[in-house]
């Protein structure tokens, strides 16, 4: 589980970049034992009308075509 932890974390330091151009940031919070990536999402993001369709269109799409074992990604507060 913390070799998935740490690739989880490198996929999600690919798309972090493109989040920041737009202030915002997402942050690693775990994974449970049904493969769903918790994330915090942060900075301009959080709050964001936006940010439902930046989680699931744009890093949930991108870490399931990484690691096509994650079965979702979602937000936590």
Same mark, same amino acid.
Do not use: H, N, W, Y
């Given at each position: ?10 996929? #999600? ?7 920041? /151009? ?17 994330? /915090? ?9 936006? @940010? /439902? ?11 399931? @075509?990484? #690691?096509?074992?994650? /079965?979702? $990604?979602?937000? $936590?507060?």
């Amino acid at each position: 589980m913390q070799q998935l932890q740490e690739t989880v974390t490198k996929v #999600l330091d690919q798309i972090r970049p493109t989040l920041q /151009r737009d202030g915002g940031d997402v942050e690693f919070v775990g994974i449970d034992p049904d493969q769903v990536v918790k994330v /915090r999402l942060t900075g301009t993001c959080q709050g964001c009308p936006m @940010s /439902r369709i930046t989680l699931k269109e744009g890093i949930e799409k991108f870490v399931k @075509s990484e #690691l096509p074992t994650i /079965r979702a $990604v979602e937000a $936590v507060e």
